[in-house]
């Protein structure tokens, strides 16, 4: 499984950039909101993180590999959720990614369902999936603002690291990510986990 792929962007036109690696070209194929960040970088060396599917009709025997890029690891992830909703899947959440990630996991946080649903080929009922299915698990990507994975100086406390460290996916800096666990500790609340204490963040930041 190609699971990263780095060359040369030497093309990049709707869904589909084409990577040059060494004497073979890649197609990959990016949502909007990925080929949006890529336009800046034609010519230039870039890195994806990648997963791979098979696209057509098993039962007709022809399946053709294809490979999904993103720019860092958090995207990703936010995108293999969204996949595995019911009713949606790969070749729909390319096409219905148009909008950044942040904001789109702000609607499944929120339950927004008619922003949602103005999402190309995601209707009413297939956003109320995506709600019912992914609305706890998007607290960590509605705090994405971009960048990559990357260590740091590290708070105290298991739980507070891994906080800091999942802050950091989501490309904020590492004083930024220091404040925001404080203040939600300051609160006194006891977490349960990571997830709890990132949604107590995002509740924070929106209040």
């Not at 949006?36 to 599917?53: P, W």
């Not at 860092?72 to 595995?84: K, R, T």
Request: charged content about 30%; proline content about 3%; some cysteine.
């Amino acid at each position: 499984m190609i699971r990263k792929i780095t060359g040369r962007l030497t093309g990049l036109e709707g869904e589909v950039a084409v990577i040059e690696v060494g004497a073979f070209e890649y197609e990959v194929l990016v949502p909007e909101f990925v080929r949006r960040q890529l336009q800046s970088a034609l010519g230039e060396q870039v890195r994806l993180r990648t997963l791979e599917y098979l696209e057509g009709n098993p039962q007709k025997g022809r399946l053709v590999p294809r490979i999904v890029g993103f720019t860092n690891e958090a995207e990703q992830q936010f995108f293999e959720l969204v996949c595995s909703v019911d009713g949606v899947g790969v070749k729909k959440a390319l096409r219905a990614m148009v909008r950044p990630v942040r904001e789109v996991a702000e609607a499944i946080e929120e339950s927004d369902v008619k922003a949602l649903s103005t999402l190309p080929g995601i209707g009413p009922a297939v956003a109320e999936r995506v709600v019912a299915k992914l609305r706890r698990k998007m607290a960590k990507f509605a705090l994405i603002v971009g960048g990559d994975w990357s260590g740091g100086a590290e708070p105290k406390s298991d739980l507070a690291e891994e906080a800091f460290a999942a802050l950091l996916a989501l490309g904020h800096g590492e004083r930024d990510a220091r404040e925001k666990i404080e203040a939600v500790s300051k609160e006194g609340k006891r977490f349960k986990g990571v997830d709890e204490m990132l949604t107590a963040i995002y509740q924070r930041e929106r209040s």
